[in-house]
């Protein structure tokens, strides 16, 4: 009787936690959040030189198999970021319409295309720039930097 009432009470915890959208019910979508997190998110720098990308390109491991020739990171807490996901809707690079764009700092990381991985190399350009990011779920993530 007691292991019947904790499942109920269990259940009817998570239950709660889904309906207030505190868990992520899509295991795709949570692994694509952590991702874009991993990769375009720093939120205690305010912007970064060449050394900063070399850095961070490298410690998110974005420079293991290949150079990734292009990346940003935002500079904003992941809560101003996860606000941009309830603008208005605009279209993706891919034509689906679940985009939408804000201006937050950012440092963008361009390959300097003379370098070999591990050891990338980067220029760096710190700036407040408009982005636009794509964003799924109840309630909406960011899960694809756009552009």
Same mark, same amino acid.
């Given at each position: ?72 990171f935002i500079h904003e807490d992941i809560w101003n970021i996860r606000s941009?996901?309830?603008? %208005? ?18 440092? %963008? ?7 070999k991985p591990p050891n990338c190399r980067y220029r760096a350009m710190a ?18 930097? %756009?552009?």
């Open positions: 009787m007691a292991l019947h009432k904790t499942q109920t009470l269990l259940l009817f915890l998570l239950l709660t936690l889904l309906g207030l959208g505190l868990v992520q019910p899509s295991y795709g979508q949570d692994r694509m959040y952590q991702r874009f997190l991993q990769q375009h998110v720093d939120p205690d720098e305010t912007g970064g030189d060449d050394i900063y990308c070399n850095v961070m390109m490298q410690r998110r491991k974005m420079t293991l198999r290949q150079c990734k020739r292009f990346n940003t941009i996901c309830s603008t %208005d809707n605009i279209q993706c690079k891919n034509g689906r319409m679940n985009c939408h764009e804000g201006v937050v700092k950012v440092t %963008d990381c361009r390959e300097t295309g003379s370098s700036r407040t720039r408009r982005v636009v990011i794509a964003c799924e779920g109840d309630p909406e993530v960011p899960v694809h930097f %756009d552009r």
